[in-house]
Nanobody, 124 residues
Framework: QVQLVESGGGLVQTGGSLRLSCAAS????????KGWFREAPGQEREFVAA????????YYADSVKGRFTITRDNAKNTVDLQMNNLKPEDTAVYYC?????????????????WGQGTQVTVSS
């Protein structure tokens, strides 16, 4: 069983930055593709970014490309999401997810494990 715990959410003004972090309690952390998703009130959970097992490949939603950066540190069992130039429409609960199979994917159903989420609020 993989446990994921997110941190780093908060309130920020438009144009500001936040860094989210996800810690995994599993020795085989490097064996999982990692992703970030978000869910705004009244909306479905949507893909934000994903990173390959070795960290050499990344994949972003068009809405965050150029503003968000996903990285991972397999030695520390963490995956981070650096969010710059934040906009009010980025307001959501952000979730870390892990996928046991190979390949970068954007579907919610393609990830096996989820964290509890961390709130990000961007004020205008």
């Amino acid at each position: 069983q993989v446990q994921l715990v997110e941190s780093g959410g908060g309130l920020v003004q438009t144009g500001g930055s936040l860094r989210l972090s996800c810690a995994a309690s599993v020795r085989t952390f490097s064996g999982y593709t990692k992703g970030w998703f978000r869910e705004a009130p009244g909306q479905e959970r949507e893909f934000v970014a994903a990173i390959s097992r070795g960290g050499t490949s990344t994949y972003y939603a068009d809405s965050v490309k150029g503003r968000f950066t996903i990285t991972r540190d397999n030695a520390k069992n963490t995956v981070d999401l650096q969010m710059n130039n934040l906009k009010p429409e980025d307001t959501a609960v952000y979730y870390c997810a892990a996928r046991g199979a190979y390949g970068l994917r954007h579907g919610v159903g393609e990830y096996d494990y989820w964290g509890q989420g961390t709130q990000v609020t961007v004020s205008s």
